[in-house]
Nanobody, 114 residues
Framework: QVQLVESGGGLVQTGGSLRLSCAAS????????MGWYRQAPGKQRELVAT?????STNYTDSVQGRFTISRNNARVYLQMNSLKPEDTAVYYC??????????WGQGTQVTVSS
């Protein structure tokens, strides 16, 4: 079993910053990539940012230049600056590893007030 636990969500005003953290634990034999996804009410879950085992990063266009993903072993972080109301969503941590398996955290709420 692999467990992912997110933390760092909360309520912030437009233009503010938050830092999300995710700690992975359990039977982790290999990690291909870790990342963050988000799901706003009434919308599908979407990719926010990913980072591979080699350190390559990928961001969705809407957060490019404002968010930064980083990773330290089995922990992944998302620094979110210049937050906008449209960033409001539940943010989920993802780990892709142990072959081709996907693991998800329980999610953490981020709310940006205007």
């Amino acid at each position: 079993q692999v467990q992912l636990v997110e933390s760092g969500g909360g309520l912030v005003q437009t233009g503010g910053s938050l830092r999300l953290s995710c700690a992975a634990s359990g039977s982790i034999f290999s990690i291909k990539a870790m990342g963050w996804y988000r799901q706003a009410p009434g919308k599908q879950r979407e990719l926010v940012a990913t980072i591979t085992s080699g350190g390559s990063t990928n961001y969705t266009d809407s957060v490019q230049g404002r968010f930064t993903i980083s990773r330290n072993n089995a922990r992944v972080y998302l620094q979110m600056n210049s937050l906008k109301p449209e960033d409001t969503a539940v943010y989920y941590c993802n780990l892709w590893g142990n072959g081709y398996r996907n693991y998800w955290g329980q999610g953490t709420q981020v709310t940006v007030s205007s």
